[in-house]
């Protein structure tokens, strides 16, 4: 027996609850994209200031092993002292020009400063010899002396220091930090 009142369902509910139910998948499924794609700045960001610290130890540790040297130690490092002829691509200005991570070019591996191995990998520095040279000069420090003094020029010893906070070849999706310093001996 069927009611006198009873109409045939149309099944509006069910298809009403199944686009509410694709709306909700789909605020779903945006909201993970936003906060995997805000995971990876932050990775990112984390990565580069754990590269830079590293990248800083490794420049103050050069810095360091230069100051101890004494003045009879000779020259430290890769000889870019040569003035003529065609100059080695790895004492170019610039650090990539000649592949950051060259071996020709002496890096020295420091200690990470990363624990547990969240760091991008060991920092490292690379020194190069610039040559003896006018300090004066060199520096852009000409000044005259006052009455009586002598002439503020001395001759010193130019180191150029490389620091980079991790290499690259043994963690190329990470942060990579360059630092370059002038170290000037007298």
Do not use: K
Request: glycine fraction near 12%; hydrophobic fraction near 40%.
């Amino acid at each position: 027996m069927t009611p006198a009142f009873s109409r045939p369902e149309r099944g509006v509910v069910l298809f009403a609850v199944l686009i509410m139910l694709l709306l909700v998948s789909l605020l779903v499924v945006v909201s993970l994209r936003t906060s995997l794609l805000q995971e990876r700045m932050t990775s990112g960001t984390r990565d580069r200031a754990m590269a830079l610290q590293n990248a800083e130890s490794a420049l103050v540790q050069a810095e360091q092993l230069l100051a101890g040297i004494g003045p009879d130690g000779g020259p430290v490092g890769l000889d870019c002292s040569q003035r003529e002829g065609t100059p080695d691509v790895l004492c170019m200005p610039h650090p990539s020009l000649g592949g950051v991570s060259a071996p020709g070019r002496g890096w020295t591996a420091t200690a990470d400063l990363q624990p547990d191995g969240l760091g991008a990998g060991a920092p490292a520095f690379a020194v190069q010899y610039l040559g003896r040279r006018d300090a004066g000069n060199a520096l852009g420090l000409e000044d005259e002396p006052n009455y009586g003094e002598a002439s503020g020029r001395v001759e010193a010893e130019f180191y150029r220091v490389i620091a980079r906070g991790a290499d690259p070849q043994a963690t190329p999706d990470r942060a990579q930090v360059l630092l370059q310093s002038t170290v000037v001996r007298e």
